[in-house]
């Protein structure tokens, strides 16, 4: 006995599921496409000030200065090392109680470098928020206006 078979008509591709699937796909390009481009042209720079000059001086401070490769002076005295640095902090404490610091670092300034200075303002027992802190441009670099 020979059972007779249904004819199956093949329907055709749907095509509906796969433009749903094609518009996710097309929307995803274009953000991530935006992004990309986004973050190309973002650049972080960092605020600067520029000095006025002044006949009057309200108070005096003094200047803790590192430049981009680390060399760190205290008011014009060279600190040989970043591990003498606390201790030369503590001397100028001791030296000049109630006297104002300054930190002048150079924009180009390994982060690393930095938080080293402000590691050791902290064990000096200076507050970093009492320290304000300049950028200086490579075009200051060869001297201050001070």
């Given at each position: 006995m020979k059972f007779e078979?249904?004819?199956?008509?093949?329907?055709?591709?749907?095509?509906?599921?796969?433009?749903?699937?094609?518009?996710v796909v097309l929307i995803f390009v274009i953000f991530t496409t935006e992004q990309k481009r986004a973050r190309a042209v973002l650049r972080i720079?960092?605020?600067?000030?520029?000095?006025?000059?002044?006949?009057?001086?309200?108070?005096?401070?003094?200047?803790?200065?590192?430049?981009?490769?680390?060399t760190i002076s205290l008011d014009e005295i060279r600190v040989p090392d970043i591990a003498l640095l606390e201790a030369y902090l503590k001397a100028y404490v001791d030296k000049n109680p109630g006297r104002k610091l300054e930190l002048e670092a150079d924009k180009e300034l390994s982060l690393e470098k930095l938080l080293a200075v402000w590691d050791a303002l902290t064990r000096a027992g200076i507050p970093i928020k009492d320290v304000p802190a300049r950028i200086r441009l490579p075009q200051e670099a060869g001297g201050s206006s001070r």
């Open positions: 078979r249904p004819i199956r008509r093949s329907r055709g591709i749907m095509i509906m599921p796969m433009i749903d699937i094609l518009f720079e960092l605020p600067t000030v520029k000095e006025v000059p002044t006949s009057t001086v309200t108070e005096s401070s003094s200047i803790l200065s590192v430049d981009k490769l680390g």
